[in-house]
């Protein structure tokens, strides 16, 4: 399994949808979660944290089922500007008591007018 | 709010030229850290810092070095630049260690994009 899986899309919904995206990761020792969002040529910007009881905020709600190993983002009431790509992020030990946080190459979302 | 620097947004450099990155974060950040991100391979490590003078490598630190000398500061040198690493470059911060459960999240800079001819 690859450290950090998504389905790379397109997701292609029209304005006022609802939308998922579902992440997997491979290391149980994983501890923290986040979804952040890319704009075409941008730099990623922090969507939320993603804590164990499942947060919200506003319409984007992130949930987290470790005994599964899967993160998962739903998006209410889209809207145009929710465009961009969603990158999963998961942190990783990588040895010598070292953690990094590892990326996940992305979930590409289109809403349409 | 957060804010990172990077001294350029675009970079266009020869083969064999050495390149400096610059990156400034203004929250007094004690982490660092380098990215490159490339269509199809998404973003990876390229080295971090937790602390003044000290770094460590990433994944992928070949053909690299950095420096950080003071605290709101982190350089990346490509010693000898080639068509290879032509890429994006993104410099984050955070209050936290990745491995920390709480405030480890990084902020990015706007990144450079650096092509080598």
């Known amino acids: 399994r690859k450290e950090v899986e998504q389905d790379p899309g397109p997701f292609n919904v029209p304005e006022g949808a609802t939308v998922a995206f579902n992440c997997t990761y491979s290391?149980?020792?994983?501890?923290?979660f986040f979804w952040y969002r890319q704009d075409c040529r941008k730099e990623p910007k922090l969507l939320m944290s993603?804590?164990?009881s499942g947060n919200e905020d506003g319409r984007f709600t992130a949930q987290l089922n470790r005994a599964s190993q899967y993160i998962s983002l739903l998006i209410r009431d889209s809207k145009l500007s929710d465009s961009a790509t969603y990158l999963c992020?998961?942190?990783?030990?990588?040895?010598?008591?070292?953690?990094?946080?590892?990326f996940g190459k992305g979930t590409k979302l289109s809403v349409i007018p | 709010d957060v804010k990172v620097t990077q001294s350029s947004r675009y970079l266009v450099k020869r083969t064999g030229e050495k390149v400096f990155l610059e990156c400034v974060q203004d929250?007094?950040?004690?982490?660092m850290f380098w990215y490159r991100q490339d269509p199809g391979l998404g973003l990876r490590l390229i080295y971090f810092?937790?602390?003044?003078?000290?770094?460590e490598k990433g994944d992928i630190p070949e053909g690299y070095s950095v420096s950080r000398e003071k605290k709101e500061r982190f350089s990346l040198i490509l010693e000898s630049a080639s068509t290879n690493q032509t890429s994006m470059y993104l410099c984050?911060?955070?209050?936290?260690?990745?491995?920390?459960?709480?405030?480890?999240?990084?902020?990015f800079g706007p990144g450079t994009r650096l092509t080598v001819t």
């Open positions: 984050a911060s955070s209050l936290s260690r990745p491995g920390a459960s709480m405030r480890a999240e990084q902020y």
């Open positions: 290391n149980s020792a994983s501890q923290s």
């Open positions: 993603v804590y164990s």
């Open positions: 992020v998961v942190n990783k030990y990588s040895g010598a008591g070292s953690y990094q946080l590892t």
């Open positions: 929250m007094d950040h004690e982490n």
């Open positions: 810092s937790y602390d003044v003078k000290m770094k």
